[in-house]
């Protein structure tokens, strides 16, 4: 017979932070430019999409920054629990996406669209506002927000 768990306390375990996040305290995500020079910085130049995921609180200021997934060359398999899993156990208020793409070109695809538009109901369900989805290449960006898409 299996046994039943009681979960009495769920607590993130934060290791080791690595320089190159340490000037994401500073940031406030007050516009997807703002948004999309940080995060250039941190993946802009990764030979594969990475998919970031930036937590949030009420002032708009980052509180957490989860590389969710690495992917290929030109896929990265994004899954909402995995997406919003950082955001509750950083009692998050919104977040905002983003990943690059190796390309340079940050032209989104259909699945950059459905993926946003899927992340953005989930977010609504939740009360975690999903307030941006932002590609990054080379020296440009795009937000899929500011753009429409979602």
Do not use: W
Not at 17 to 22: A, F, G, L
Not at 43 to 49: L, N, P, Q, V, Y
Not at 81 to 93: D, M, P, Q, T
Not at 102 to 131: H, N, Q, T, W, Y
């Amino acid at each position: 017979m299996e046994k039943l768990i009681e979960v009495i306390r769920i607590k993130q375990e934060v290791l080791e932070v690595e320089e190159k996040y340490e000037f994401m305290k500073e940031v406030t995500c007050s516009s997807p430019k703002k948004v999309m020079e940080a995060v250039r910085q941190l993946i802009g130049d990764e030979d594969r999409e990475v998919f970031l995921v930036l937590v949030l609180n009420t002032k708009n200021k980052v509180v957490a920054v989860h590389r969710c997934h690495i992917g290929a060359i030109n896929a990265s398999i994004v899954a909402p629990r995995e997406v919003f899993k950082s955001a509750i156990l950083n009692n998050g208020k919104s977040i905002i996406v983003a990943h690059n793409h190796p390309s340079f070109d940050p032209a989104p695809s259909m699945e950059d669209i459905e993926v946003s538009k899927r992340l953005d109901e989930c977010g609504k369900i939740l009360g975690i506002d999903l307030l941006d989805h932002v590609i990054v290449g080379n020296e440009k960006g795009i937000s899929l927000k500011e753009k429409g898409y979602f």
